[in-house]
């Protein structure tokens, strides 16, 4: 019977001759050993990307107007209530006109009076050619004159009746029938609601998005479940140079008047769109130390790590600029606990 020795020998020279050959790819052999990890995936799709700002702001009445007396006099009634609403026009104040109304019916007596003599030697002329050219210049002068007085009288009592100059909201109301107004005091104070205006502070890095006519969605805070649509009227050419923010105001449709002046609220404008974005949760982004990565799936199950671009984020989600592309199968759960290589078991 033949010595089994030397075959076992062989054997065993054999063993070690391809254990040597594989040692250099025993590390990936003990990663795909691993047991497969469970992960959840989506499949990446081009999406409209919005770059969003957002500023706070506090509401402004478009237009504000003190209404003040310009001739003294005894405040004879009152057309208007604190805190009503008037039309534009409407009566507000009238002071006591009496002594302005009869001088003014007497400058139109006089007015009147010149005009028939003027009528009269007109007619005179026709007939018996006997007036002087300078006897009808004087008559015309003399109606002139009166007819100036009259003008300036009219005007002097329309003075004693003030009406509301703009439609609004009349805030203040200092006095009541029978005080005295003297020229310059207030009678009310009339704010413009509709539309309101919105100031904001655009910062400096912002500005060149900004125009008049750009849109926003505003929010306020006393009403957190409605939405506003603005349009920008006016930017400021100059920079606050303490705030270094530009004085931007926005256009806000207030017909129902829900809006009031120093309401505060929050205006959402989109800085730049990008129609064929590819967005990723930012929680599927692993930081590394000079880069930021993600894991794809490929089609045998294996998951692939890639390095990525992030070029922006909005919200909850990254702007991926390169590193990815439509279709890939990203990884957004379980991906803190793989490694290249690994084989993975998706779920839903």
């Known amino acids: 019977m033949s010595d089994p020795r030397p075959l076992l020998a062989l054997t ?3 063993g070690l001759a391809l254990s040597a050959c594989a040692g250099d790819d025993a590390p990936q052999a003990a990663v795909t050993d691993r047991k497969s990890v469970r992960v959840k995936v989506i499949t990446l799709a081009p999406t409209l990307f919005r770059q969003k700002l957002t500023l706070p702001g506090a509401a402004k009445p478009s237009a504000e107007v003190t209404v003040t007396a310009e001739v003294a006099g005894k405040v004879a009634a009152l057309g208007f209530e604190k805190g ?12 006591d006109d009496r002594a302005m109304a009869a001088e003014t019916a007497q400058a139109r007596a006089a007015r009147d009076m010149a005009a028939l003599e003027l009528d009269k030697l007109s007619a005179l002329a026709k007939v018996e050619g006997d007036v ?6 004087n008559r015309r002068l003399t109606l002139a004159q009166a007819q100036a007085r009259l003008d300036g009288a009219e005007a002097t009592l329309a003075r004693y009746r003030i009406g509301a100059p703009l439609a609004g909201i009349a805030v203040s109301r200092p006095l009541e029938v029978g005080a005295i107004a003297s020229p310059g005091v207030e009678l009310t104070r009339i704010v413009a609601t509709d539309p309101m205006k919105l100031s904001v502070g655009v910062p400096e890095t912002a500005v060149a998005d900004f ?4 849109k926003a969605t505003v929010v306020f805070d006393a009403f957190p479940d409605e939405r506003y649509e603005g349009a920008v009227v006016f930017l400021s050419p100059e920079v ?4 270094r923010v530009f004085a931007c105001e926005l256009s806000l449709p207030n017909p129902a008047g829900r809006l009031r002046p ?3 609220a929050k205006a959402t404008f989109v800085r730049k769109e990008i129609p064929d974005a590819l967005l990723i949760p930012q929680t599927a982004v692993l930081e590394l130390p000079e880069a930021h990565a993600v894991f794809v799936v490929d089609d045998k199950g294996i998951a692939r790590q890639k390095l990525v671009t992030v070029a922006d984020h909005t919200g909850e989600e990254a702007l991926v600029d390169s590193g990815l592309s439509p279709g890939d199968r990203l990884v957004v759960t379980g991906h803190r606990s793989l490694l290249d290589g690994d084989k993975v078991l998706i779920v839903e």
């Open 12 to 14: 065993l020279a054999v």
């Open 84 to 95: 009503a609403t008037v039309k534009k026009g409407a009566p507000l104040v009238r002071l």
């Open 132 to 137: 002087s050219p300078f006897e009808l210049d």
């Open 211 to 214: 125009s008049v006519g750009k």
């Open 240 to 243: 606050d140079p303490r705030a």
């Open 262 to 264: 120093e309401m505060s």
